[in-house]
């Protein structure tokens, strides 16, 4: 955020020279108002600096009044809500909105919500959730932008561009709140709230960078997370709160708990009570205490006798102060009610839901073309099957924000809009989305014998995925996988349709359907986007950020893996075959790998060139391909650029993503594309946990995703 003029900087440390000891404290505490019995008096007396989950402009209003004008020293209060993916216009779920791959798409998407959550005063919004995870299990995959680190950094600052548009509707400003800081997405076994573990190195080659990108994207808060890291939670982690954030990044804005997290310090095991889980939190740099009522409890006893001094206190306040006046909350605390009509859910706003829904989803199938469908076939008997074929709720995914289920449109909807009146279509759910009983899958049956081509939309309901819905056997769940060998079984030609918020284990659905789209949970307008898709009104341009496993036993399975002493494809061979890096029984390969997603158009590849074939490690990499559309069809392609340090002070991944564009080609056309990457992001942690940039021999990879591509080499000298 933008640097305060010494006139503001002066007006802070006059407020905080007028400030008693539990004024200061009223600023580090945060409250849900739907939980204090007398919430104005107690804002009005100055115990509240922050609102949390205040989602009604009148409330917000009434509530700011009594702190601006009710309370002594008049200091506004910051309205902190959950903006996750889209506000009313509810748009596909973030690890969706990932799948783009286009910031500026995400960024467009990231403004739209904040404009509406503006219209409401929400001055605070905690997102972007940028915890790179590699754990599908764990239900808050969807919330963040998958498994690598360059991809999530793009998409960070992108999303922190979007909350922090310098000037909403009306002039509203709003703070981002990267979260949660930091290795969340480690959970072991992929368990909700469950332990992380992970060295230094990890934490700063991996979890850290997309943090680093939204603070230099200018993000001015943070929260800290539920878990702790090495032993240590990460609410009362003064190396990552303190070493880390402000003395290595010289970060200044205001550091929020996670939900209660405070507290949890107890169960944690690290704080033997309250009192203590508030000493050691503010000591290790956390500024507001969100929901656990330990500083507004115990930190005026503290400082009065002396276990945490006044300045611990007084940094975290002036920081608070800063941010409201950032905001220009001191100025216009008051949000003008009668916005909303005009913001909330404007055709362009859904026009917008809609763009991104379609270019989120991945094609990963389409066997013999089976897809797109011809729209103008009218005579051609659609049986559209599955329990999420007419469903409005799960489109809206885990975090849907004030999303309404009237507000979507279903997949049934979707397509009877693209195909009118005329379409010969049957809607049958065929089972529920985890009902444990037996259906009777006779009117699916029915219906799929009835027609010439059968669409099964399946997957999971919202409630699936998210926080605190970690899943340990990740398929179809329920009886859907049953419903799919019976539509098999009739030998119709079979069109997939998943909808779900984290990447399921579907090898069988895969190899039974002719053709699948992954359409995650899209949103408002996800209905009309998969019918665009899948009739051809739209071309598909989604690729995965995150890879699908074969089975939940080879979880984590990521594309950027180390090589291992014992890899199973090259090596040295000095032991016999079976003792190598592999399973009995599965690939080691995921079913869908990172960066995969097919086009109704074919891409080609060819004549890579690296101009750079030596390169300083101050310099650029510059390498280029062809693309071109040999397709008959108009597409979009995402073409990446990875590569390999083949040997370092300390091993390095077989592949790492460092950078992508976005070509749009005509039947027929090519491009080259062409890259330059300064050699500076291609370093690591080394040895003495210092980033540096080893010289040394490098291959690079240009090419649809991280699997395949076309392969040269260079030299860092
Ligand atoms: C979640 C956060 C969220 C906070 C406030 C917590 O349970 O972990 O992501 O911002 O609640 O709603």
């Known amino acids: 955020m933008q640097k305060l003029s010494a ?13 008693t000891l539990e004024e200061k404290v009223g600023q580090l505490v945060q409250v849900d108002l739907y939980k204090i019995p007398d919430f104005e008096t107690a804002i009005k007396e100055g115990h509240v600096g922050s609102l949390l989950s205040s989602f009604d402009a009148q409330n917000n209003n009434r509530f700011q009044k009594a702190a601006v004008e009710g309370s002594r020293l008049g200091i506004p209060l910051l309205v902190g809500n959950d903006v996750i993916h889209g506000y009313r216009t509810v748009f596909p779920i973030p690890l969706a909105l990932a799948c783009t791959w286009n910031p500026d798409l995400v960024e467009k998407a990231t403004r739209i919500a904040a404009e509406e959550a503006a219209t409401v005063g929400t001055s605070w919004i905690y997102a972007p959730m940028v915890d790179i995870s590699r754990e599908p299990r764990w239900g808050r995959i969807a919330e963040g932008a998958g498994e690598d680190p360059f991809l999530g950094g793009r998409l960070a600052e992108a999303q922190v561009r979007g909350i922090q548009s310098a000037e909403l509707t009306n002039g509203w400003q709003i703070v981002a709140c990267p979260k949660h800081y930091v290795g969340y997405g480690a959970v072991e076994a992929g368990r909700e709230y469950n332990t992380t573990d992970f060295s230094e190195r990890t934490l700063r080659d991996l979890y850290l960078p997309p943090f680093k990108a939204a603070f230099d994207a200018g993000a001015g808060s943070v ?38 997290s405070v507290a949890e310090l107890i169960n944690h095991g690290f704080a033997a009570n309250m009192k ?17 009522n330990a500083y507004l409890d115990y930190l005026p006893e503290l400082v009065n006798e002396g276990t945490v001094p006044i300045e611990a206190v007084d940094r975290a306040v002036r920081r608070v102060l800063q941010l409201k006046f950032r905001l220009g909350l001191f100025e ?42 011809a729209p103008n076939q009218q005579k051609q008997k659609i049986a559209l099957i599955g329990p999420l074929a007419d469903n409005k709720e799960a489109l809206l995914g885990t975090w849907a924000g004030q999303g309404q289920p009237e507000d979507v449109i279903s997949i049934l909807e979707g397509i009877q809009g693209v195909l009118g009146e005329k379409a010969e279509l049957t809607c049958v759910p065929g089972c529920d989305i985890k009902g444990a009983t037996a259906p009777d899958f006779g009117p699916a049956l029915a219906a799929a014998q009835a027609a010439d081509v059968v669409i099964v939309a399946l997957g999971e309901s919202a409630d699936m995925s998210g926080e605190a819905h970690s899943r340990a056997i990740i398929g179809l769940p329920g ?11 009739t030998g119709k030609p079979l069109v997939g349709v998943l909808l779900c918020g984290r990447p399921l284990v579907i090898p069988r659905m895969a190899e039974q359907v002719g053709a699948l789209l992954l359409a995650w949970h899209g949103g408002v307008e996800a209905g009309a986007a998969i019918a665009n898709l899948l009739f051809g009104k739209s071309n598909p341009s989604g690729k995965l950020a995150v890879s699908f496993p074969w089975t939940e036993g080879q979880i984590p399975v990521y594309y950027s893996h180390k090589n ?3 890899p199973i494809d090259q090596g040295v061979r000095q032991f016999d075959e079976e003792y190598k890096s592999f399973y009995l029984d599965v690939p080691n390969t995921p079913l869908f790998p990172f960066g995969f997603g097919l086009s109704y158009s074919q891409f080609d590849y060819s004549d890579l060139r690296v ?25 979009e392609e995402t073409v990446q650029l990875y590569v390999r340090d083949l040997f370092g002070s300390v091993t390095r991944p077989v592949k790492e993503l460092k950078g992508f564009q976005k070509v749009t080609l005509q039947p027929s056309e090519s491009r080259t594309v062409r890259f330059e990457i300064p050699v500076s992001t291609l370093g690591f942690i080394g040895l003495d946990l210092k980033y540096t940039v080893e010289p040394g021999d490098f291959k690079v990879w240009i090419g649809p995703d991280s699997a395949s591509g076309l392969e040269g080499s260079f030299r860092v000298v």
Not at 7 to 19: G, H, N, W
Not at 276 to 292: C, F
Not at 612 to 633: E, H, M, Q
Request: charged share 25%.
């Open 276 to 292: 203590e889980a508030a000493r050691l939190s503010i000591l290790a740099g956390l500024d507001v205490d969100m929901m656990s």
């Open 611 to 635: 101009e750079t074939p030596s390169v300083g490690v101050d310099g650029t990499l510059v390498a280029s391909a062809t693309l071109t559309n040999v397709g008959k069809v108009a597409g």
């Open 332 to 373: 216009k605390p008051y949000v003008d009610e009668t916005l909303a009509p005009g913001i909330i859910l404007k055709t362009e706003s859904r026009d917008a839901a809609r763009e991104t829904a379609e270019k989120a989803a991945v094609l990963l199938k389409n066997e013999g073309g089976l897809l797109p469908l």
């Open 223 to 260: 929260m800290s997370a539920f878990n702790e890291i090495g032993g240590i939670p990460a609410t009362a982690n003064a190396f990552t709160l303190q070493t880390v954030l402000r003395d290595e990044w010289g970060f200044d804005g205001v550091v929020v708990s996670d939900y209660t």
């Open 7 to 19: 006139a503001i900087e002066k007006r802070v440390e006059d407020l905080l020279s007028r400030m």
């Open 564 to 566: 291992t002493g014992r």
């Open 479 to 489: 009886h859907q996988q049953a419903l799919l060998d019976a539509l098999h079984a």
